[in-house]
């Protein structure tokens, strides 16, 4: 047999790879582009295990399909490198970050080109690379520059809106500004002072400093995302979170929210991942009104997408976060009120959220007086109303509500229903809308009802018609060390923007990685952290962006990677454009997603680039679980029973290192020195060997289940690694990892070797003309690989792979016409291989450079039936005939049949019944 040297052949092929540049992408109008992204990994120490290359596997297959059908691919890798665990690291040992990332970088990266990606290198970036956050730095100072301009629906320079200032005052700007903005006139505005002046555009900027309420754990030191909180506690750690009030950067994303959703309607993404980004935007069209306190000049504003139903309100309810409830709470509720309120509000926003099963609240004691009928209502503190959600206050119609029902029902409130009339199949009936039985609005619709309400609010000056949407400005500052620094300086109080020319603003040293000893986050530390001008010299921003400032616009550095004097070259990104395929983890589904399409919108907006939506494929890859391995220990001892034995003592199980283990199979001499208290263990084996247990968890090195690439590149190949991650199920499908069935692909790569290869081991391809069974083989998978790159069905090419190759042997096929096309099919999948044998076969370029193989249908036509051949209704013989034979041709060849001749004995058939392409029956 012929020896299949994979590691010789992977490591010749990618060094060929290297050296030639085989996969450097450049413009190219004359060729059709494709580009092809992958989600760019966080460089942790622990590198990569096997669950993570899934999809970059998947996604180096379409960009390789893709070079063979013509396509000029942009493929590449980066690093999403900031982030928490390299500043904790940092704050643990003393060590920078820059070198532990550094360091995971070198380890990904190397095992990333083990693997054998077709990525083009030179375009590797890096988000905590000086060159690349330079340009997060400029987009940050163009989103301060820019305000949203409603009549003209996209961002428009400050300049212009001050330009109108000085002309006509607010009153008759349309733009996205913060709530309570104050009309002025073109001569209060040129009478403001420069503070004034900045005050007011900060209302209007699209990233501006506000007070916010936040995540703050004060172990961290740091603001933390609801991502990264979990019941209270930070996911790092553990440490307790709190929620407080600081002044924070924030991004005005709900500016672009209607355009986030009606985005969603040009891309091809799952109907679950659209779903999710609809909620987390979250439109809602009602009315926002103002219920006035009883006894007070004190006014509360809810905003409710049922105004019709006023009258069924018998509660207001406030978020515990709310000043406005603190201020509401009367001496005789004190005590419960704000005991309450000190646990509620430290609850993370997404824990209260998602807790419908916890019913708690407190009355203020004050109550408010509805509107419409001058009724007094009660004001309550419930968790489940969220302060960044609408107003943070809550009309409640217990009646018409399922969270209000179950807040009024546990502390015992008013329940009164205020419509009739039921839904019917679906739909409501009368003329689209249930009937009001309640008020002035009693015996409407409820369309007809919202719209008479609404003008009764707004004659009385007392609210308006409003589209809410669930989604809050971004924050965009945490008190860490290793982010991006913030732009901005600081004079009498108020943020400036350094100068471009001084970009990059490169992260100053410090000499610890902590906040200061007076609770600034660590740039606080470091020496002359300040910016000089003509007039003085300022204190720059204390905090860094968050971990998605890098992450929302890699995609287009990517396109131009090494400019220095321009955000990327306009032809460059026009011709790159949208990505047309992205593969990532779900995980991402909300707000990575939402961010990159928000900044994409407006670098749009301003002319940057050429599109306003930045992915147009998205596919999710499902998780590879772990397949964890057990021992059996029998309690109180040191000995261990193989799996089949354990039930006959009283054992316990102990995960063990599935890397010592083989085909369940444990290795006694490793296990032995895997730690040092199992070195004295001893074993009851059955059939001399000790059997594990196995059960599919998630891959955590807790549960010693982690499976290293490296180990298997170095037992079984990479294109084995490839092929075998890819035959374990439907790449969106989460599938357990299980490196006993992974032989068999190895096992299949071998077979593809040895049919280009003779018995001696010597490579053997016939010139000779390829027979019609041989073709067929071919041409088979050619139809189901090319079917299965329009589904994206990775599997299943794999498995007609397989088909094709066994098939091939079976015939003893080594012809070139067959093998040459076989190699470009299977070059994907298998590159390495693909490229030894292609070159084998005498070819001087990369495979890369083939032709994908045309299908022709007509290798796939069948040209001869085999007959059965029934003898007195009993099947005696087949014979295999050209399907274009006539009747009387068919009636001769089968009884010329020696099978049929021995049968019949010498006698004439009595009947003989020929069905063209079906059957030969004959009557003795």
């Known amino acids: 047999m012929a020896d299949y040297k994979f590691r010789d052949i992977e490591q010749k092929w990618q060094g060929y790879w290297k050296e030639k540049g085989t996969f450097k992408a450049e413009v190219d109008p004359n060729r059709p582009k494709f580009y092809s992204l992958d989600m760019f990994p966080y460089p942790s120490g622990a590198g990569l295990h096997v669950g993570h290359p899934l999809g970059y596997i998947a996604s180096d297959i379409v960009s390789r399909f893709k070079m063979l059908k013509g ?196 891309v091809d993404w799952s109907e679950p991942i659209k779903e999710m980004q609809r909620n987390w935007i979250g439109k809602s069209i009602g009315a926002e009104m103002v219920f006035r306190v009883k006894d007070s000049d004190k006014k509360i504003k809810v905003f409710t997408t049922r105004v019709d139903t006023i009258y069924g309100v018998t509660y207001l309810a406030l978020a515990p976060e709310s000043d406005l409830a603190a201020e509401l709470i009367t001496e005789d509720q004190r005590k419960t009120a704000e005991a309450y309120i000190q646990v509620a509000k430290n609850r993370s926003e997404r824990e209260r959220m998602s807790d419908v099963k916890t019913i708690s609240g407190a009355f203020t004691g004050s109550y408010a007086i509805n509107p419409f009928n001058g009724e007094e209502i009660q004001i309550w503190v419930a968790d489940y109303v969220l302060a960044g959600y609408g107003t943070g206050a809550v009309m409640a119609v217990p009646a018409h509500d399922e969270r209000d029902y179950n807040f009024a029902k546990h502390f015992g409130l008013e329940i009164r229903q205020v419509i009739e009339g039921s839904m019917e199949n679906g739909s409501f009936p009368g003329k689209g809308g249930l009937i009001i039985n309640s008020g002035f609005l009693s015996g409407l619709y409820m369309k007809e009802a919202m719209e008479k309400a609404i003008e009764f609010l707004e004659e009385k000056g007392i609210g308006k018609g409003k589209i809410q949407y669930r989604m809050r400005d971004a924050i965009f500052t945490r008190q860490r060390y290793w982010g991006e620094p913030l732009p901005v300086y600081f004079k009498d109080g108020l943020p400036y923007l350094i100068e471009e020319k001084d970009l990059p603003l490169v992260l100053p040293e410090v000499d610890k990685y902590l906040p200061t000893e007076d609770g600034e986050p660590p740039l606080g530390r470091a020496k002359d952290w300040t910016y000089k001008t003509a007039d003085g010299e300022y204190p720059l921003e204390l905090s860094t962006m968050p971990g998605w400032a890098g992450s929302s616009w890699y995609f287009f550095r990517y396109m131009d990677p090494k400019n220095d004097s321009v955000f990327a070259d306009k032809a460059k990104t026009d011709y790159w454009g949208s990505v047309d395929l992205y593969i990532g983890g779900s995980e991402h589904a909300t707000g990575h997603l939402l961010y990159s399409r928000f900044w994409t919108k407006f670098l749009f907006d301003l002319g940057v680039v050429s599109i306003d939506e930045p992915f147009q494929k998205m596919i999710n890859q499902g998780m590879i679980q772990g397949r964890s391995n057990f021992v059996y220990r029998i309690k109180g001892t040191n000995q261990f029973v193989s799996y089949g034995l354990k039930d006959q003592y009283d054992t316990s199980a102990m995960h063990v290192d599935v890397n010592i283990v083989y085909n369940d199979q444990l290795n006694l001499d490793k296990f032995k020195a895997w730690r040092p208290d199992l070195a004295d263990a001893e074993f009851i084996l059955e059939d001399g060997k000790y059997i594990c247990g196995a059960e599919v968890e998630k891959m955590s090195k807790s549960k010693y289940n982690v499976v290293n690439p490296d180990d298997i590149i170095e037992r079984y190949g990479a294109d084995t690694l490839r092929l075998y991650e890819m035959f374990l199920g439907p790449l969106e499908q989460f599938k357990p990892w299980n490196t006993n069935g992974i032989d068999g692909v190895f096992k299949f790569l071998r077979k593809l070797w040895n049919l280009y290869h003779n018995a001696s081991g010597e490579f053997a391809v016939s010139d000779e003309k390829a027979s019609k069974e041989e073709l067929k083989a071919l041409h088979k998978a050619i139809k189901k690989m090319e079917e299965d790159m329009e589904n994206y069905s990775f599997n299943t090419s794999v498995s007609s792979f397989m088909i094709c190759v066994n098939e091939l042997t079976a015939l003893k096929c080594n012809k070139r016409e067959v093998l040459e096309p076989l190699a470009i099919l299977i070059s994907p999948y298998a590159p390495h291989i693909a490229e030894e044998l292609w070159s084998l076969l005498g070819q001087a370029e990369s495979i890369t450079n083939a032709t994908f193989p045309e299908f022709k249908e007509e290798y796939l036509v069948e040209s001869d039936f085999e007959y059965p051949v029934m003898i007195n209704g009993k099947m005696r013989s087949k014979i295999s005939l050209p399907l274009d034979l006539g009747k009387d041709e068919i009636e001769k060849a089968a009884l010329a049949d020696s099978n049929v001749q021995k049968w019949l004995e010498g006698k004439a058939p009595k009947k003989v019944i020929v069905v063209p392409g079906k059957i030969v029956n004959l009557v003795v």
Not at 95 to 100: E, G, N, V
Not at 180 to 206: A, C, H, I, V
Not at 220 to 232: F, R, Y
Not at 235 to 263: C, N
């Open 71 to 266: 396509f000029n691919v942009l493929h590449t890798m980066g690093y999403d490198s900031f982030g928490l665990p390299a500043e904790q690291y940092a704050i643990q040992t003393g060590q920078h970050p820059a070198i532990t990332t550094e360091q995971n970088i070198a380890r990904y990266t190397e095992q990333l080109k083990n693997i054998g990606f077709a990525f083009d290198w030179d375009r590797e970036v890096r988000t905590s690379d000086p060159s690349y956050y330079k340009w997060t730095q400029w987009i940050f100072m163009q989103l301060f520059n820019s305000y949203y301009d409603l009549d003209a629906d996209k961002a428009v320079s400050i300049d212009s809106l001050v330009s109108r200032f000085e002309k006509e005052g607010n009153a008759s700007v349309k733009a996205v500004c913060d709530e309570e903005t104050p009309t002025f006139s073109s001569s209060d505005w040129n009478g403001f002072s420069e503070k004034e002046r900045q005050e007011m555009l900060l209302r209007y900027r699209l990233t501006f400093l506000a007070e916010t309420t936040v995540n703050w754990c004060p172990a961290l030191g740091t603001v933390l995302s609801n991502d990264e909180v979990k019941d209270g506690f930070s996911e790092r750690g553990g440490h307790p979170v709190e929620r407080k009030k600081m002044m924070q950067w924030s991004m005005r994303i709900t500016a672009y929210a209607d355009r986030l959703l009606k985005g969603l309607d040009k």
